[in-house]
Every structure is written in structure tokens, then in C-alpha cells.
Nanobody, 115 residues
Framework: QVQLVESGGGLVQPGGSLRLSCAAS????????MGWYRQAPGKQRELVAR???????TYADFVKGRFTLSRDNAKTTVYLQMNSLKPEDTAVYYC?????????WGQGTQVTVSS
């Protein structure tokens, strides 16, 4: 089992910034990738950014140039720095870990971009 603890999120004005964090514990040796997904009301959950165990990072087209995914040296915590936020970025953001054939999800953190 892998446990995830998310932090960050909140209300920000358009053009503002937020930083999300996700710390993994438990069977961390089995982690293949970590990242963030988001789900807006009435929409499907979608990938925001993901980093593999070897450091390959993938971004959704809609966040390229605005969001940056990073991780600590232990590869157990990932950070999503979100800049130039737009109202359409409003969603619940979920941390995700791929460990072997299993996938683990955080509880989700609300990000609201509004003036």
C-alpha cells in the first residue's frame, strides 16, 4: 500500500500562483511514477502532469509553460507549481501514484481560480 498526503490548493485570482504538494509513504520502493490529475465539475478526470521513476516528465498541453512538476531527491514527494492560473484551471486536483500494477489516489484538493 502507498499512502498519499496532499497539501496546497485554495482560492486564487486569475493570473495568480499556487503550489500543490503530495507526499507518499508506505511501499514507496514500488513507485513507478507520480503526478497530478484534475477533475472539474461535470468533466472527466484528466492528467495534468506526471513524472516517471527515471525522471521523464509529461505535461498536458493545457498547462505547458504555466505549471511545473518537480520532486524531492528521495522521489517520494512531488510538487506542482501552478503559475498564470486561469478560471478554467478550477478543479479538484488529485495526486496519483503508479506502483506496479496498482494506482493510488490522494483525497483531492480544491483549486478555485476566480476574481
Amino acid at each position: 500500500q502507498v499512502q498519499l498526503v496532499e497539501s496546497g490548493g485554495g482560492l486564487v485570482q486569475p493570473g495568480g500562483s499556487l503550489r500543490l504538494s503530495c507526499a507518499a509513504s508506505g511501499r514507496i520502493f514500488s513507485i513507478n511514477a507520480m503526478g497530478w490529475y484534475r477533475q472539474a465539475p461535470g468533466k472527466q478526470r484528466e492528467l495534468v502532469a506526471r513524472v516517471s521513476s527515471v525522471g521523464t516528465t509529461t505535461y498536458a498541453d493545457f498547462v505547458k509553460g504555466r505549471f511545473t512538476l518537480s520532486r524531492d531527491n528521495a522521489k517520494t514527494t512531488v510538487y506542482l507549481q501552478m503559475n498564470s492560473l486561469k478560471p478554467e484551471d478550477t478543479a479538484v486536483y488529485y495526486c496519483n501514484v503508479e506502483a506496479g500494477v496498482a494506482r493510488y489516489w490522494g483525497q483531492g484538493t480544491q483549486v478555485t481560480v476566480s476574481s
